[in-house]
């Protein structure tokens, strides 16, 4: 695992998008797994804005998604298919065909999930997954005591996360109880992770995903076991992790990070002064 830390949100979230972009580049015909939620909307602001200045190409891409509700179709505003056609689906050139969601207004959930498993596997195996993490520490929708080798399936949702999710629906009890998730070990097999977090409410279970010991009390501590997981944060959510001196020394010296802070390596210059804002190397 690597941790960056960046100045604020917006830094945070348009590295992100840079990772996510530069792997679309290398490999156009990518499978990428999506997130939902407050703090992937400036990602997806990002690479919108890149697909329309900087021809980001979304042509050949493949993308599923960590969940949806059980209950809501793709038409209702709440659903995550929504959500996502509505920040990134409808304003980029990706094939509708080739984005993929669970279905939660399916008739037999048992084999949705097993039909979303088997897609991820035709398409070879997800190359990059994008994730967020809740106050509870879920990853997707695995909540505390998760299996780590668990598949897409339906799980419950924790009362921490639907009073969480509550604000997007007229009612608190209309959030939906249950949804469809890929598993944690679903996503442990994704090539790739990028967790995102932001926001000094996050700060408690950030240090305890990334520097507590690995539980199944707290879903994200399992991207400890990921070969290669990059977790962004800005300060407010990284402020309670105890290594900050080495996470920046990593990001300011190693040359996979040189691009996204030294302009011969291809950033622009605003990039620079957006990503570093004068701290790195201090
Ligand atoms: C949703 C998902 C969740 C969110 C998490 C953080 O698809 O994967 O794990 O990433 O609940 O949500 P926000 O960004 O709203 O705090």
Redesign the pocket.
């Known amino acids: 695992m690597e941790v960056i830390i960046q100045p604020d949100a917006i830094a945070a979230a348009n590295l992100t998008a840079r990772l996510i972009a530069a792997e679309l580049r290398a490999k156009p015909a990518l499978t990428l797994g999506l997130?939902?939620?407050?703090?992937?909307e400036s990602v997806y602001g990002q690479l919108v804005k890149m697909h329309r200045g900087e021809n980001l190409d979304f042509s050949q891409c493949h993308t599923f998604?960590?969940?949806e509700y059980v209950g809501l179709a793709a038409d209702n505003p709440n659903s995550?298919r929504f959500y996502m056609n509505r920040h990134l689906f409808s304003q980029v050139n990706i094939e509708s065909a080739n984005t993929h969601l669970p279905n939660g207004a399916a008739n037999d959930l048992e084999t949705e999930c097993k039909k979303y498993e088997w897609l991820i596997v035709q398409r070879g195996g997800i190359g990059l997954q994008l994730?967020?993490?809740?106050h509870d520490g879920?990853?997707?929708?695995n909540e505390p005591l998760s299996s780590w080798r668990s598949r897409t399936r339906v799980k419950a949702l924790s009362p921490v996360t639907r009073r969480e999710n509550a604000s997007q629906f007229s009612k608190p009890e209309d959030v939906p109880r249950r949804a469809i998730t890929m598993g944690i070990g679903t996503i442990l097999d994704a090539r790739r992770c990028i967790m995102l977090a932001t926001g000094a409410d996050k700060a408690e279970i950030v240090a305890q995903a990334i520097e507590g010991p690995m539980t199944a009390m707290v879903s994200a501590s399992a991207l400890q076991l990921h070969p290669q997981c990059v977790v962004i944060v800005d300060e407010a959510s990284g402020a309670k992790l105890k290594r900050t001196d080495f996470y920046r020394e990593i990001f300011a010296t190693e040359p996979e990070w040189e691009p996204y802070w030294k302009s011969k390596g291809g950033a622009s210059a605003e990039t620079i002064d957006e990503l570093f804002a004068g701290k790195v190397g201090s």
């Open positions: 997130a939902t939620g407050r703090t992937m998604n960590l969940d995550y994730l967020g993490i809740g879920h990853i997707g929708f």
